[in-house]
Nanobody
Framework: QVQLVESGGGLVQAGGSLRLSCAAS????????IGWFRQAPGKEREFVGAINFDGGSTSYADSVKGRFTISRDNVKNTVYLQMDSLKREDTAVYYC????????????????WGQGTQVTVSS
């Protein structure tokens, strides 16, 4: 099991950028594909994107493709979600999670979750 902690959320104007971090504890972090999800009030948890164990492959939801970029640094045990050209509809709590299979787009495919970080995009 790996423990995950998200950070970097906040309030940003539409069109702006934020970078979220997902810091992991445990020596086996580099074995795990990592996914990002988000959940807006009253909505189901939604797949944002994922990265494979060594960062060589990424996958994105159509709604964020071309605007969001996932990367990882296995030396620092951290995965990043760079969010550019933010829209109001990107407002949500963002979660990172670890899986054993890449790519996995459903939340049930992830075994370890962070506590989430709030991202609010204002107009």
């Amino acid at each position: 099991q790996v423990q995950l902690v998200e950070s970097g959320g906040g309030l940003v104007q539409a069109g702006g950028s934020l970078r979220l971090s997902c810091a992991a504890s445990g020596r086996t972090f580099s074995r795990y594909p990592i996914g990002w999800f988000r959940q807006a009030p009253g909505k189901e948890r939604e797949f944002v994107g994922a990265i494979n164990f060594d960062g060589g492959s990424t996958s994105y939801a159509d709604s964020v493709k071309g605007r969001f970029t996932i990367s990882r640094d296995n030396v620092k045990n951290t995965v990043y979600l760079q969010m550019d050209s933010l829209k109001r509809e990107d407002t949500a709590v963002y979660y990172c999670a670890a899986s054993n299979v890449y790519p996995t787009v459903t939340p049930t495919g992830y075994s370890s979750w962070g506590q989430g970080t709030q991202v609010t995009v204002s107009s």
